[in-house]
């Protein structure tokens, strides 16, 4: 008896050993990054050196000794080398999901010089087979070219002789050789009859291959080229998020496209399931219809009300907080009041009249069915009406905390900003005008660009901002050309196109594209700072934002990036510890050669 005594006590204290030290580990951290220079975004604390993590949330910030305490057997240790730690980077307004063909397509962002973007497009017409297209579109500007200048058909024919070939310059033009004018059906009856296009034309009166346009216009061209499989088009977007991940940014809103929902969601789908998903990817979502004109607020409703019934901040991922919630209707939610952004051409202002009674007709049912909504208008001039009428809908139904945005907001006066403020919106701008600003001040004038966006006062009034890219198409997704355009007022030729005073410190321009940018998650207590209870999304740069020279800034780039406390991208000393990625698809695609971005391959 006392031998079977002392058997039970041994194993008992045996298991209650191995119980303890199971508490133990489990009250250590996951991962544990030290030695770096963390720029944390909050005022309690705003500087560390290291950082615990634990269930995918910021555990501890501090010195390094007092975060290495809380390691455990299984707490992954990272060495920063005393680089620069910064929050994950927020883009509040991108449209990953717009460009699901985004593996066919030449990415000439970042591209320093025009005879490169050439050989880059000859190179990739050597291998694109027969009935495919050789294609660049968006996200380049020829400002940003050595040469200063777009290229000429005869450039481009040169390059692309014998497979269709369409160069898009963001919304506002569009270079064709003669395959794709063929194909196309361009000056025949084959071609369809699209509102606002321009063809030029020779002294004949011959289409010259140069298309001018406003967004509907290269939408629809986007329609009528060869298109990606399902698994071309998820192939597409793991490449798409690869290219944020390697900048820092670890949360998007997508601001709607093509394709609506519930259709895109099946692509994003296929990563959720399989916990492959490297980017939070909240949405707003944007009913284009079957073409023609169409009620896009009718259409909004009935596909989350009847079509796949869904409300605002349900969120479809299974197990990534903000992974892919409904964030509401938009960007666009009228084609008849959308008043683009094309800076090549004068400002597209829309009927004050017919402004107030789409928001008397239809944003009226968006707040009465406390649906968020973000509404794309870049003009002041437009922006006066659409306020005038929200107004008037918030003294019937109050507006009371619903979560609504202007988008661009490039011209907005600050009467008119004080407005937005008063009714509990924001406002996401974006960095077009570090690409395009060139154009503006041909449009517009030097001292009208100098004050566009009126980036001071919007940041002095308090009001709910965020900077964005409005990336693939419109501009460049990388974040840090924008942030470069905020801090130095040099758009990316070089030339001057922020005021002095209009400039903003590098402190301020970091946090629209992280904790303001929060806001428009609605996820503002979790993310955008390095703090204890946050969602561990945070970057490791390879180069010192806050003390790099003013030129350098534009080519930072991230060498670690961590989203939900895992690595999704590694580079340098850590790109053994990025995640492995499928074969690109198809198997010709110009990201499998090119790399997402320039300079990655």
Not at 445 to 472: C, H, N, W, Y
């Amino acid at each position: 008896m006392i031998k079977k005594i002392a058997i039970a006590f041994l194993t008992m204290s045996s298991f209650c050993a191995v119980q303890a030290q199971s508490m133990q580990d489990e009250a250590g951290a996951d991962l544990i990054v030290f030695n770096a220079k963390i720029f944390t975004g909050s005022r309690a604390q705003p500087e560390a050196s290291a950082l615990a993590v634990k269930n995918g949330r910021i555990y501890f910030v501090g010195p390094d000794a007092d975060i290495l305490a809380l390691r455990n057997s299984r707490t992954r240790l990272i060495d920063a080398h005393n680089r620069r730690l910064i929050p994950g980077i927020v883009d509040a307004h991108t449209h990953v999901l717009n460009d699901l063909a985004y593996t066919y397509n030449i990415r000439w962002d970042g591209v320093p010089t025009l005879s490169r973007a050439l050989t880059m497009l000859s190179e990739q017409a050597s291998r694109t087979p027969e009935g495919q297209w050789v294609k660049v579109i968006g996200g380049w500007s020829p400002y940003q070219f050595k040469e200063n200048r777009f290229p000429t058909l005869a450039e481009l024919r040169k390059a692309v002789p014998d497979r269709p070939m369409i160069v898009q310059y963001a919304y506002n033009r569009a270079f064709l050789n003669k395959p794709a004018m063929d194909a196309l059906g361009v000056g025949t009856d084959r071609f369809p009859k699209l509102p606002d296009i321009e063809f030029e034309k020779d002294s004949r009166g011959t289409p010259t291959g140069v298309v001018h346009g406003y967004t509907w216009v290269f939408l629809a061209l986007e329609t009528m080229v060869p298109q990606p499989t399902f698994d071309e088009e998820v192939s597409s977007l793991v490449y798409s998020i690869r290219g944020l991940n390697r900048f820092g940014v670890t949360s998007i809103i997508d601001n709607g496209g093509r394709w609506a929902y519930p259709k895109a969601q099946a692509r994003v789908n296929v990563l959720a399931r399989d916990n492959r998903l490297n980017v939070r990817m909240p949405f707003v979502d944007l009913q284009l219809g079957n073409g023609g004109s169409v009620n896009m607020v009718d259409l909004e409703i009935e596909a989350i009300t009847k079509t796949a019934p869904i409300s605002p901040g349900q969120n479809l991922h299974p197990t990534l907080a903000h992974g892919h919630e409904y964030r509401g209707a938009g960007e666009v939610l009228s084609g008849d009041v959308h008043d683009h952004e094309n800076f090549d051409r004068p400002a597209v202002i829309i009927a004050p009249e017919k402004m107030k009674r789409f928001v008397e007709q239809d944003v009226m049912k968006l707040v009465q069915r406390r649906i968020p909504f973000r509404m794309h208008i870049s003009y002041n001039e437009n922006i006066s009406p659409f306020l005038d009428a929200l107004e008037k809908v918030n003294e019937t139904i109050p507006l009371d905390g619903l979560r609504w945005s202007l988008e661009h907001a490039e011209t907005i006066s600050p009467e008119n900003i004080d407005r937005v403020k008063k009714l509990g919106g924001g406002i996401a701008v974006d960095a077009k005008m570090a690409l395009h600003a060139d154009g503006f001040i041909k449009t517009y004038g030097r001292e009208k660009a100098l004050q566009t966006p009126r980036l001071r006062p919007l940041v002095d009034s308090g009001i709910p901002l965020a900077m964005s890219t409005d990336a693939f198409r419109a501009a460049t997704f990388n974040p840090w050309v924008g942030i470069s355009w905020m801090v130095s007022g040099k758009s990316v030729s070089g030339s001057e196109v922020l005021a002095t005073e209009n400039r903003l410190s590098r402190a301020e321009a970091l946090k629209l594209f992280t904790g303001g940018a929060a806001w428009f998650m609605n996820a503002e207590s979790e993310v955008g700072a390095i703090a204890p209870g946050n969602l561990a999304d945070f970057v490791v740069l390879d180069r010192d934002y806050f003390t790099v020279p003013e030129e350098q800034i534009k080519s930072v780039s991230a060498v670690l990036t961590v989203m939900d406390g895992k690595v999704v991208f590694g580079a340098q000393e850590y790109s053994d510890q990025s995640p492995k990625l499928p074969e690109v698809l198809p198997a010709w695609s110009p990201v499998k050669y090119f790399g997402t971005y320039h300079g990655e391959k």
